[in-house]
């Protein structure tokens, strides 16, 4: 898993590539979402453009995130969620829990 953070304006930009399945991969974001909240940022999209697959555990950490981020007062979007992720979160009915956006850019748009 490879993890790539860039600000755009005030919003944090986290771009994901490989599979998020577990451990240490579920840490690393989870860990990089804290660390966000602990600089003050409060408004972050997650790019799932080149994550191929998420099992039950990448679920679980997605989930805490956004947990952790509403409860700072914060917002978290996800954008360029593949099919194959976005079938899933359909199935588990968590395309009701996340905000999701074709881009990045319009996931940034979003909070505006």
Avoid at 62 to 78: F, Q
Avoid at 95 to 100: G, L, M, N, R
């Amino acid at each position: 898993m490879t993890i790539k953070e860039k600000m755009v304006g005030n919003v944090a930009v986290v771009s994901l590539k490989g599979n998020l399945m577990g451990e240490p991969d579920t840490t690393e974001v989870r860990d990089k979402i804290y660390s966000l909240l602990q600089d003050d940022v409060r408004k972050i999209v997650l790019d799932l453009g080149k994550v191929k697959w998420i099992n039950s555990s990448g679920l679980g950490a997605l989930i805490s995130a956004v947990t952790s981020v509403k409860n700072k007062g914060g917002e978290m979007r996800l954008a360029s969620v593949s099919d194959k992720v976005e079938s899933l979160f359909m199935i588990t009915q968590l395309i009701k829990v996340f905000k999701t956006y074709e881009s990045v850019d319009r996931a940034v748009a979003s909070f505006k």
